[in-house]
């Protein structure tokens, strides 16, 4: 009780510290434990930068794109992947662990179908945040697309669900790839206005030699990632995947956007049309910073307004014994 109610001030700070210090710790444990990243090489949680995963009242199409409205978002933006966001990212072992855009398999997670998942770029290592669309598998491991004596196979296991795959397909004939297929891939696909174009994969000039992996696409961009015009060039690989993301923190990672800055975001990535606020370095919607500074006073109040009312609490305990 006397390290609960000490009569000595300083001894209150010390207190506060240490129970700080022990909530801190607990806190980043059972995120480690959760989920499942090398410590101390990789932080289980990320901050969003760009708005490329942004969604908006005709989203996750950019303006004017005529796909499925998902509805204004929520004051806040809460529950998609926004700047300024902190994302859990939980660990992956084996392909099995990412469900896809496209894959018969029922998951949902910010605002479409399938996993967003934090992958490193090629060549500088960039952390890129983006939904996996598609899974493609490479024979032979290694093999070139413009190679004659040894040309690449191409399977995509999601076709494998037949009709169930085929309603999502807009253009290009899709069947064969269950089995696979030397044949360059051109395909259009949206569901619930998730979109991911494919023409005449893999691109002109791929990167290097070939591997299987993700598709991947921001839910905000109109072409799929590492290449131009929507040709992707090369798959992500297993192991340039950080891992998926699960859950998230908003708008508290506006601070560190604030002292570092998100070159990367853009006024023109929000398909919601909002305006943008700037503060310090950072950039985002400015509902966000409302929703951020709403929270950060409540926090702040807390700590006070609980004191003030243990305090009496325990001055009328006392006083009735």
């Known amino acids: 009780?006397?390290?609960?109610?000490?009569?000595n001030p300083r001894m209150s700070v010390v207190r506060d510290v240490v129970v700080m210090a022990a909530v801190l710790i607990l806190v980043l444990g059972s995120l480690w434990v959760y989920t499942g990243q090398p410590f101390p090489n990789q932080a289980p949680l990320v901050v969003v930068e760009s708005g490329s995963m942004m969604h908006g009242?005709?989203?996750?199409?950019?303006?004017?794109?005529?796909?499925?409205?998902?509805?204004?978002?929520?004051?806040?933006?809460?529950g998609t992947?926004?700047?300024?966001?902190?994302?859990?990212v939980k660990r992956v072992h084996k392909r099995e662990d990412v469900v896809t855009a496209f894959d018969s398999r029922g998951r949902s997670g910010y605002g479409g179908h399938g996993d967003v998942i934090v992958y490193k770029s090629v060549p500088r290592n960039l952390l890129i945040i983006h939904r996996a669309m598609l899974y493609i598998e490479i024979t032979p491991e290694g093999c070139r697309?413009?190679?004659?004596?040894q040309p690449c196979t191409y399977r995509i296991p999601e076709t494998c669900a037949g009709?169930?795959?085929?309603?999502?397909?807009?253009?290009?004939?899709?069947?064969?790839?269950?089995?696979?297929?030397?044949d360059p891939i051109s395909l259009k696909l949206e569901r619930d206005g998730l979109f991911v174009s494919l023409m005449s994969y893999p691109c002109t000039q791929p990167c290097g030699t070939m591997a299987s992996g993700f598709i991947t696409k921001g839910d905000n961009n109109l072409p799929a990632d590492n290449g131009p015009g929507g040709n992707t060039c090369c798959p992500v690989s297993l192991d340039r995947i950080?891992?998926?993301?699960?859950?998230?923190?908003p708008w508290f990672g506006l601070i560190k956007l604030a002292l570092a800055g998100n070159p990367r975001y853009g006024p023109h990535d929000d398909p919601s049309g909002a305006t943008q606020w700037v503060v310090l370095n950072a950039r985002a919607p400015w509902d966000e910073?409302?929703?951020?500074?709403?929270?950060?006073?409540?926090?702040?109040?807390?700590?006070?307004?609980?004191?003030?009312?243990?305090?009496?609490w325990w001055k009328r305990k006392d006083g009735s014994e």
């Open 57 to 78: 009242s005709n989203s996750p199409c950019l303006e004017g794109r005529a796909c499925a409205p998902y509805g204004t978002p929520s004051f806040g933006r809460a």
């Open 163 to 182: 009709e169930s795959f085929g309603r999502f397909v807009k253009e290009g004939e899709w069947a064969k790839y269950c089995e696979g297929s030397r």
């Open 81 to 88: 992947i926004d700047p300024g966001d902190l994302v859990f």
């Open 289 to 312: 910073w409302v929703a951020f500074f709403l929270v950060v006073g409540f926090l702040a109040a807390a700590p006070p307004a609980y004191e003030f009312v243990r305090k009496r």
């Open 242 to 249: 950080v891992g998926k993301a699960r859950a998230e923190i």
């Open 145 to 149: 697309p413009a190679d004659v004596a």
């Open 1 to 7: 009780m006397r390290f609960w109610r000490p009569e």
